[in-house]
C-alpha cells in the first residue's frame, strides 16, 4: 500500500503523462490530416497505391479529415478500449464495427487497426498493473503463473483459429459469434449477480464484526496507555512495510522471460511460414513446430503445479496441488479460447477474461491477467500486419493513442470506484455489457455482409485452406 505522499506523487505523475499522451494525440491528428489527404490525391481518394503490388487483396483507406467520423470513432474507440480493457478483452468486438460502420474501412483494415487498437490500450493497461498488488493478498495483482500456463496454449490455438477462419463460410462464424457472445455475456452476468450478493453478505459481516473491534480496540487502547505498549502499531508498519515493493519486485522475471521466448519463436514460425508455399512441405512442418513450444512450456508449468513447487495464488487460500486431469482440462480451455477468438477474430480476452473468473480468481486479477494474455497475441498480429502495410500508420497512431488514454483512464477511475464501493463485481458486469454489446455489433456487421454477399450471388460454402488465395502473407 502507498502512503499518502506516494499516492499523490503518482496521481501527479499519472495526470502529467495523460496530458503528453492527449498532446500527442492532437499532434497526431492535426499533422496526419494533409498527409493523408496528399495520398488520397495520388491514389484515388480511397484506395492506396499499394493496392498495385497485391493481386489479391484491395483495401479501402479513407482520408483522415477533421469532422463528425473523426469525432464519433474518438468517442467510440476511447468507451470500447476503457471498458474493454477493465474487463481484460481488449475491445476488438467494438473497434471492428466502429471502424468499418464509421470511418470506412474495409473489414481486413479494420481488424489491423484494431489489433494495433488493442495492443496499445493492453499494453498501457499491463504497464499500469506492473506497479499495482493483489487486492488482498501480498502479490502482484497479475497472476504470472496462470498465465504461463494458458498463454502458450492460447497461442497454438489462435494459429489453428486462423486456418479455421479461412475455411468455414461467413454465416457460420456469424452465427457462432452471436451464439457465443450472447452465452458469455449472460453467464458473466450472473457471476456478477452472485458476486454483488457475497460482496454484500460480506460486508454486513464486515460490518458486525467492526462494532465488535471497535469495543476490544477502546478496551486494549485502554490497556496500552497505561503500560505503553505499541505493539500493534510496530505490527502494522511492518505489514505495511511488506506490502511496498518496487515494480522491479512486483515482476516475476522468469516467467516473463518464458512467456517472451514463446511470443518470439511462434511469431517468428509465423512470419516465415507465410512466405512459404501453401500447404507445402515447409508450410506445415513450420506450423507444426509451433506444438512442442506450446505445449513443452504449458507443461513445464503444469508439472511445477502438479507438484505442488508452484501455486496459483491468486485463488488465495484455494491453494491446493492441482490433480492432472484439472490441468490438463485448463491447457486444453487454453487452447480452445485460443481457437475461438482467432476463429471469430477478436482475440482471446473475450475467452480468457469469463473463464478466469469462472476458475474462482479475483475479478481484477482475472482482468489485469487476461490483459496481460492478450497482449502477446495481439501484438503477433501487429507485427505481422505492419510488416504487410495493411493499415494507414497515421490513423493508426491515432487510434492507438485514444486506446492508451482510454486504458488509462478507465483503469484509474474503476479502481477509485471499486474503492468507494467496496465492490469488485462491477468490473464482471463492465465484463458482460462489453461482451454482449461486441456480439451484437460484430454479429450486426456480419449479418450485413452475408445480405451483401447473397444479393451479389457470391460462393458462401466452406473454402480450401491449400487453394485460397488472399492469405495475410501473400503481397509483394
Given amino acids: 500500500m502507498m502512503n499518502e505522499a506516494e499516492s499523490k506523487s503518482w496521481n501527479v505523475k499519472w495526470v502529467a503523462g495523460l496530458r503528453v499522451l492527449i ?3 492532437l499532434v497526431v491528428l492535426l499533422f496526419s490530416a494533409p498527409v493523408t489527404c496528399s495520398h488520397q490525391n495520388a491514389d484515388q481518394n480511397t484506395t492506396s497505391a499499394s493496392n498495385k503490388t497485391s493481386a489479391f487483396y484491395e483495401h479501402t483507406w479513407p482520408g483522415m479529415e477533421l469532422g463528425w467520423k473523426i469525432t464519433m470513432g474518438t468517442i467510440i474507440g476511447f468507451l470500447g478500449s476503457a471498458f474493454g ?3 481484460g478483452v481488449g475491445g476488438g468486438g467494438i473497434f471492428v464495427p466502429m471502424l468499418t460502420l464509421i470511418i470506412g474501412f474495409d473489414p ?16 498501457a493497461t499491463v504497464f499500469y498493473n506492473m506497479r499495482q498488488r493483489h487486492p488482498t493478498l501480498d502479490l502482484p495483482v497479475i497472476d ?23 475455411i468455414f463460410p461467413q454465416w457460420v462464424i456469424t452465427t457462432l459469434l452471436i451464439v457465443l457472445f450472447t452465452g458469455i455475456s449472460i453467464k458473466a452476468f450472473l457471476k456478477g449477480v452472485d458476486t454483488w450478493k457475497q460482496e454484500t453478505l460480506a460486508k454486513k459481516e464486515a460490518k458486525v464484526n467492526s462494532q465488535i473491534n471497535d469495543i476490544e480496540r477502546i478496551e486494549d487502547a485502554t490497556h496500552d496507555l497505561q503500560r505503553g505498549d505499541r505493539v500493534n502499531e510496530s505490527h502494522n508498519k ?47 512442418i513450420l506450423n507444426l513446430l509451433q506444438v512442442p513450444i506450446a505445449v513443452g512450456v504449458s ?29 490438463f482440462v485448463y491447457c486444453v480451455l487454453g487452447l480452445i479460447a485460443g481457437m475461438v477468438g482467432a476463429l471469430l477474430g477478436v482475440g482471446g480476452g473475450f475467452i480468457m477474461g469469463p473463464l478466469f473468473i469462472g476458475l474462482g480468481v479475483h475479478p481484477q486479477v482475472s482482468s489485469a491477467t487476461s490483459t496481460f494474455t492478450m497482449t502477446f497475441s495481439a501484438s503477433m498480429s501487429v507485427v505481422e500486419y505492419y510488416l504487410l502495410k495493411r493499415f494507414p500508420l497515421p490513423y493508426a497512431l491515432y487510434f492507438v493513442a485514444v486506446a492508451i488514454a482510454a486504458a488509462l483512464v478507465g483503469q484509474h477511475l474503476v479502481r477509485k470506484l471499486i474503492a468507494i464501493l467496496g465492490r469488485s463485481s462491477v468490473i464482471i458486469f463492465i465484463l458482460a455489457v462489453t461482451i454482449f454489446v461486441s456480439g451484437i455489433s460484430l454479429g450486426g456487421v456480419g449479418i450485413a455482409n452475408m445480405i451483401e454477399r447473397i444479393e451479389k450471388k457470391e460462393y458462401m460454402g466452406f473454402e480450401n485452406l491449400c487453394t485460397y488465395g488472399d492469405r495475410t502473407f501473400q503481397e509483394d
Fill in 23 to 25: 498532446s500527442f494525440l
Fill in 85 to 87: 480493457t477493465v474487463g
Fill in 108 to 123: 481486413k483494415s479494420a481488424t489491423a487497426i484494431s489489433k494495433f487498437m488493442i495492443t496499445g490500450g493492453a499494453g
Fill in 144 to 166: 504470472y503463473d496462470l498465465a504461463l500456463l494458458f498463454q502458450p496454449m492460447l497461442m497454438l490455438g489462435i494459429s489453428i483459429g486462423v486456418a479455421f477462419n479461412v
Fill in 238 to 284: 511492518t505489514s505495511q512495510s511488506r506490502k511496498k515493493v518496487s515494480v522491479v519486485e512486483n515482476i516475476y522475471w522468469r516467467e516473463l522471460g518464458l512467456l517472451l521466448s514463446v511470443w518470439l519463436l511462434i511469431l517468428a514460425l509465423q512470419i516465415g511460414k507465410n512466405y512459404t508455399t501453401n500447404c507445402s512441405v515447409l508450410f506445415w
Fill in 299 to 327: 507443461s513445464y508449468e503444469a508439472v511445477l503445479l502438479y507438484k505442488g513447487k508452484r501455486f496459483i495464488t491468486s485463488k488465495g487460500d484455494q491453494k491446493t496441488n492441482l490433480q492432472i486431469h484439472q490441468l
